[in-house]
């Protein structure tokens, strides 16, 4: 490297020239190990340019100095110098220096939250470095591509990228780049859950950055590793390295990753159980990204706290942070996450990769066969960018594009969008496995295909989301008619992997252009729609409708409303009798929480417990019905022995003080604890099946009964038999109704069931009985107890007490 004379000091014209090249050559590497140094060569280099009229100088050192400013999260001042270098590179011709200035662009619309803006200035930043033939331009923007992708989700394309950029780095040897590529791929790694190999990469680059004073670096790599430790539950080791690098982190003054240090940091201590010191590493966190408006981590701070919080049962706290972590993230889904950038992503991928292939294959005509294998695995790349690589779908991106198109080129016709959602997929998932649960997928995928028309697109969304675009409709109606008949094709039975299933969903259908005129709206609207499939009892179709509203801002005012429903005392349980099936005489009551809205009257359980267990109110909410059932109960043991039931969710269950609460509810209220069912559907227990056992084992050695509600309803219920302590199993409703069929076939299910239970000793009771062929049916295949309206329908506290008072037996 050059000697530096004194900057306060003009060299000799004869000398100018090689000066400010030996200012521009060391002001770059500090970029990213003294970036306060960098920028104070930089405007040194930037005013000796201008005074030689050298015009590539200029636009030289200023792209660097946007740079340097940027690794100082200094994004205003940046975004200025970038523009002001992407000006000058044009006037002096300097594509090299123009193709970096717009991808530093990128970069600060992507710092900022902006990726739609990012990706296009990263594909623009792309043609001008191609068109170059500049290797190290590509390669940047590769890594700003890499980013986006993995920031968006998609790591697997997020790391194709990074390893691209990391062959290019090599072959030009350029550090810094190569340096950026490892700790990219590393922290792909991390995303992905391959915790080992993140660790390996950083063990193994960690010396190399360091011999190489590249002090940024140093800090993304730490941050990543302190996740990975974390992860894997040492808490002791990422704190400890995480003391070590906070003092480099804030010379350093890259407030991204400071950041994310603070708040791995944090969560290492609260694993640690250190909790005073973990809330002063996430509110420095917090504080930090509200600051420098760094959003997305400003998101992941809050969510962090209010995991604190909710360990120190510090509800109140907890349940606002959650709320402002939830409307930051609805913000960020809105304006950050546009549907947009996948578009952009992909379209960028493809003709990335074309460019390429064509600039390699022109450079020799001894490359030829290796361009033919570089071609043909363009196309695979340019295949996996437009499709889902489980079920050869269009993905998300394609779909996009599509809808854009069709929008674009929309006629007189209407054409609708179809949002799709298959109803309990993830009970698959939890009892079968995902090989299962991908297979199933696939099964759909095919079926969706034959079911629609040759011009349709089918695409899968993720997860068990898929959408469809029906182009060119007679009438907006017929949109409907064909999500019908979707439908009745998933109705008829799946066999995946040896097992025969039943799969439904939902549908919500938008219609261009009376629903929208642009994708983000229809697909919002055919979201809303579905989701009000799913609110009227699933396997149904639902059209978008002006007056159905904004379903989150619905969602958020429920929440809000039941925490204070909790500390206003507005719920209410109301008691559902359970009868002796041979002698009709009522033998005890189930819990069913009601909640008296001061506005909507009163709501049953279907309007708020979704709610509540996605919000984490379940806990507290599921503690007080346990405890004025008890309470309840105890009271009516004057009248002879009744027992109570009460349900419980998975979450409730899962939290470490639950035996504990239950307890408590039966030391309060002095009920017998052999008086007391609780109720548990498979999903509580098949997650953790070892833990679940001793935890029931528990309760009952406390003389508590449990009862596995819903039976038949999962994929795997009767193998669940044999391991789990159950004193008593209720067949679903479903299968005593047998809506789909007669009480003939009603009959053989439910007795195969009866018979299955006795044999394991355990009781049955029959759920769901409303017709007097349905008690005549449940008596005769011997169940031991039953439920439903033809006896009786959930009734008050005081109703209760009067039907034990006066009750006679169900006559036969």
Known sequence: MSPIPDRHVLPRPEGASEHLQALLTSAEPLMVSDAERASELLHEAQRLAAHLGDLRGVARALTLLGGAQLVRSQYAEAAQ???????????????????????????????MGRYGEAMEHYLDSLRIAQAQGDELGQARTLCNVGVVHSELGDHELGLQAFQKMQALARRTGHVILHSTSMINIAFVYHELGRHDEALDVARAHLPVIRAQGLRQHEVILQATVMGCLVAQGHARDAAQLAEATLPLAREVGDHEHLAHIHVAYGQALLDLGEYGAAAEQLEAALQGTREHGLRAQERTALQALSALHARQRHWEQAYELAVASHTLDRALHAHDLDRRTKVLSAQMQVEMLQREAEVERLRSAELAQMNLELTAAQRR???RATHDALTGL????????????????ATAEPFGVLFLDLDRFKHVNDTLGHDVGDALLCEVARRLRRVVRRGDLVARMGGDEFTVILRELRSAPDAERIARKILNR?????????????????IGVAVAPQDGHDVTTLQKHADIAMYRAKQGGKNGVRTFQPTMGSETAERVDVERDLREALSRQELTLHYQPLYAAPAGTVTGFEALVRWNHPTQGLLPPGKFIGVAEDSGLIVPLGAWVLGEACRQAAAWQAHGPVSISVNVSPLQFDQPDFLGTVKEALQSSGLDPHQLILELTESVVIRHPESAVAQLQELRALGIRIALDDFGTGQSSLSLLRRLPIDILKIDRSFV???GGTLESAQVMVGVMVTLAHSFRMAVVAEGVETEGQLALVRALGCDG????????????????????TTLPISA
């Open 81 to 111: 110098t970038y523009a002001q270098a992407r000006h000058a590179a044009r006037d002096a011709g300097d594509g090299g220096s123009e193709a970096r200035a717009v991808n530093g662009l990128g970069m600060i619309a992507r710092a």
């Open 381 to 383: 790349l340019s295949y």
């Open 394 to 409: 269009a993905n998300r991106a394609h779909f996009q594009a599509e809808l854009e198109r069709a929008l674009d080129t």
């Open 490 to 506: 998933l109705a008829q039975t799946f066999e995946v992997g040896g097992h025969t299933l039943h799969v439904t969903a939902s």
């Open 737 to 739: 109704q047998d809506d």
């Open 786 to 805: 039953m439920q439903g309206y033809l006896l009786a329908r959930p009734l008050s506290a005081e109703a209760a007490r009067a039907l034990l008072v």
